[in-house]
């Protein structure tokens, strides 16, 4: 059966991180994922995980100056110091609360060779740090409608970025809502980079709301990418046209 994770960056977030994980139990969705949670304990996260037995499947590192425009900051040269104190907070956090990924936010770039270099400069960091404790570093491409500029947003990019870094536990954040806009084909996608992909998220096209309407047919995509091999739940990353829960009923389509 195809499972979810509800993302709770988009999902119930006008409630408390460990009333949300609770939502998303009753709901009947089988993991949760955070964004940026570092408000909230990790020991009330880890409660509500514990008492639901949900796990966690991944969180992000800090965006920097989100005001200033940062969008995460682990390719931008000259801030290292910075990235990789957000790598070192995102897996003690990820430790605290049993998450096993940790995303790793690159930020906007011109693409040069010294970004490329800090991204890898960065992400070796993260990867040799994370393997302490057997997690997996991701790095997502986004797409240039919601996040021009960002420093990867394709999945060749992405691919090139692994190929810098060369450590198994780098893996690629495989989010259809992006991808579909970038670069479409998304069995085809899914399939050629389908060993390189450590997590999978869904909403709809465009708009970004509930999977039941656009671009893609997630009923029939969701599905085939578990006949080809992806058993882990899909991230739910999406963002509710009205009220939450009057928008649940896409889930029934898989059930
Ligand atoms: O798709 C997204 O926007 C997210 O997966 C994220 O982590 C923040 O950019
Ligand atoms: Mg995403």
Redesign the pocket.
Known sequence: MVEFSA?L?FLWNDLPLPDAIRKAKAAGFAAVEL?WPYDTPAAEVKAALDETGLPCLGL?TRRGDVAGGD?GCAAIAGREAEAQGYIDEALAYARDIGAMNV?V?AGFTDQSADAKASFAQNLRYACTQAALTQRTILI?P?NHH??KGYHIATIAQAQEALADVDLPNLKI?F?C??LQIMQGDLVTLFKGCQDQIGHV?FAAVPGRGEPDQGEVNYPWLLPELARLGWSAPF?A?YKPRGKMEDGLSWIAAYR
């Open positions: 993302n960056g964004h992000n969008n995303h936010m997502e986004l919601d996040a954040m989010d809502y992006h998220q991230g990353e």
